[in-house]
């Protein structure tokens, strides 16, 4: 078995850094350390501190190429950041080293209507090529409720999903091409701005969702759509949450559309949303509600869909539906939806978010035995989540400081992510294993499956540099 060393920062390491990217380009105060060392999971969910040891802000590719030979030369572990809107704990320096931060490299860099396709750099905030687009004329389909924070180099690296996965699917099938420096400083393109590619392995896609630890991303190339002409949005309340859930599909096998949202809150998220939002929504009373977006040009084929996916909401039990088809109602709806994270962390002082996913008729199954695990434990729970794609944050929450919290919660979610596994669930659909749930991996992936991981990793990063600690641990050889 191999153990991973590697070199600590030292003045000298720092003084080659600056020398690589310029002074301005690096930072070593302990404030700044700190504010790079975390994301979105809290701080108490770890046993111990990690902090980076020097931060870095590259400009450019040739800046990355340069850090990644370096480090690779002298065996110091690097963790690529984007915004550290992360709730897996991806970009979390677990072995000290070097912070890359892409905040400098925010530019769009073309837009191209013949190709449908944007180009662009890792920092670029999410919302900001949506908006891009959309002076185009175009759509860019991807929508993680973070979107106005978090970056698309991160995106790509946690394959976000979000809210509009049923209809345009996850990141990565927005991705056509990257353009990647490998852990040795190797500058390669993966794909190109061609819809089909049957050229060798797919590794722009193996690059989606891998969390850091094979490359960095320094380019991307994005598909876009057309833009729909006019976008509608159903609330509809519902009596309990298996009437909501056993109904969703109906929208699609029954109504005969693909709607672009379909989104979930029970009775407790909806309240939640109001107390953090000071407002008040619809049906606050209900037990679960269904968010139905459709959308399309012609206004006569939308006005007809929205019939009949209205009638059919009724029919399945719907108390009622509320149309939202002007842009302040419909962004009062997602605000809503959108802030159930912040809602969370604002009010609960210990809570772990999940990410669930599971074949969609098995949700009313999950949220049941969600319940059960509740109740077993005596915490709390809220659940919301994109219904049409069987991802459902389960959220367990504790009210009140509790001694032995930690334990509590490790034992419930070991249940939890067993019973997602034997429902044909697995741990994540968009946020990513990162440090948070790489030790339950075994529940959803055997012996064979875990080593090609690793061998995978080690293909391209032969050192264990890259965010080393990630997704997958090989037990006595990296941690
Ligand atoms: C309120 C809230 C709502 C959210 N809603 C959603 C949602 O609807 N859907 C969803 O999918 N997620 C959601 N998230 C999670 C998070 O926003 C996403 O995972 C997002 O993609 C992370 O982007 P980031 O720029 O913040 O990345 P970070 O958290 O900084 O990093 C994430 C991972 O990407 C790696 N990385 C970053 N940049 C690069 C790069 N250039 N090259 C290689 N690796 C890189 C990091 O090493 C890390 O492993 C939400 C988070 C919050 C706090």
């Not at 504790?398 to 509590?408: K, L, N, V």
């Amino acid at each position: 078995m191999r153990e991973w060393t590697y070199s600590p920062v030292t003045e000298e390491v720092v003084r080659d850094l600056e020398s690589l990217v310029g002074r301005r380009n690096v930072a070593t105060d302990r404030e700044k350390l700190l504010s790079y060392s975390y994301d979105q999971v809290p701080r108490f969910s770890w046993d111990e501190e990690y902090c980076a040891e020097v931060v870095v802000f590259p400009e450019t590719t040739d800046h990355v190429s340069a850090i990644m030979g370096y480090a690779n030369r002298h065996r110091i572990p690097v963790t690529p950041r984007g915004a550290g809107t992360g709730l897996s704990g991806g970009a979390v320096p677990f072995k000290g080293g070097i912070v890359l931060s892409f905040e400098k490299m925010r530019h769009i860099l073309e837009l191209d209507e013949r190709n449908l396709t944007i180009t662009v750099e890792p920092g670029v905030v999410t919302s900001e090529i949506t908006k891009a687009a959309q002076n185009a004329g175009l759509l860019y389909a991807g929508d993680p409720c973070s979107g106005d924070a978090s970056f698309i180099g991160g995106n790509v690296a946690e394959n976000a999903g979000g809210n509009k996965v049923v209809k345009y699917g996850t990141t990565g099938s927005s991705v056509l091409a990257l353009e990647a420096v490998l852990p040795d400083g190797t500058v390669t393109w993966f794909g190109g701005k061609r819809r089909k590619d049957a050229t060798g392995y797919d590794f722009a896609h193996l690059v989606v969702g891998s969390e850091g630890t094979l490359a960095v991303v320094t380019k991307i190339i994005l598909k876009l759509q057309p833009l729909p002409g006019k976008v509608v949005d159903l609330l509809v309340p519902f009596p309990d949450v298996r009437t909501a859930i056993d109904f969703a599909p109906r929208v699609m096998r029954e109504g005969k559309v693909v709607p672009s949202s379909m989104e979930f809150l029970d009775g407790k998220s909806i309240r939640l949303a109001e107390r953090f939002l000071n407002c008040t929504l619809p049906h606050d009373d209900a037990g679960a509600h269904l968010i139905i977006q459709l959308e399309g040009n012609d206004p006569e084929v939308l006005a007809d869909d929205v019939e009949r996916v209205g009638d059919l909401c009724f029919a399945g039990g719907a108390l009622e539906v509320f149309v939202a088809d002007n842009r302040t109602t419909r962004d009062k709806l997602w605000k809503a939806r959108k802030c159930l994270a912040e809602a969370i962390m604002a009010f609960y002082p210990k809570y772990s978010l999940e990410d669930l996913v599971v074949p969609t008729s098995e949700i009313p199954n999950l949220l049941a035995e969600t319940t059960r695990l509740a109740a077993k434990y005596g915490v709390e729970e809220a659940n919301f989540g994109h219904v049409g794609d069987g991802n459902v944050h389960v959220n367990i929450l504790f009210p009140e400081e509790r001694e032995g919290w930690h334990e509590t919660l490790d034992a419930l979610l070991d249940e939890l992510y067993t019973a997602t596994a034997d429902m044909g669930g697995t741990l994540s659909g968009e946020h990513g294993i990162g440090l948070k749930r790489q030790k339950y991996m075994c529940r959803v992936m055997d012996r064979a499956q875990m080593d090609l991981i690793w061998r995978v990793k080690l293909a391209f990063d032969p050192n264990n540099i890259l965010n080393p600690g990630k997704m997958i641990s090989c037990p006595g050889r990296d941690d």
